[in-house]
């Protein structure tokens, strides 16, 4: 656990996030007048879930279809 006042956190607010993210903390406090007002720790992330891919392999991109965009560039350039 780590209390820092609201100017330090501001002046290192990346340094204290990056102590979170590291795990050498798990909570910073920071504190007005010297009493903690904020409680700082990390959101849980799920891991990203998989996807199924129901429609893989029943769609097929034609050879031309980046074509189009360097016709538009060509007009609009």
Same mark, same amino acid.
Do not use: C
């Given at each position: 656990?780590?209390?820092?006042?609201?100017?330090?956190? =501001?002046?290192?607010?990346? =340094?204290?996030?990056?102590?979170?993210?590291?795990?050498?903390?798990?909570?910073?406090?920071?504190? +007005?007048?010297?009493?903690?007002?904020?409680?700082?720790?990390?959101?849980?992330?799920?891991?990203?879930?998989? +996807?199924?891919?129901?429609?893989?392999? =029943?769609?097929?991109?034609?050879?031309?279809?980046?074509?189009?965009?360097?016709?538009?560039?060509?007009?609009?350039?």
């Amino acid at each position: 656990m780590t209390q820092v006042n609201m100017l330090e956190a =501001k002046t290192n607010l990346s =340094k204290l996030i990056n102590m979170l993210e590291t795990k050498q903390e798990d909570v910073i406090y920071l504190a +007005r007048n010297g009493t903690a007002v904020v409680q700082m720790t990390l959101i849980p992330h799920e891991p990203a879930k998989k +996807r199924i891919g129901v429609a893989e392999g =029943k769609f097929k991109v034609p050879d031309e279809f980046d074509a189009w965009d360097k016709e538009i560039d060509s007009i609009i350039l």
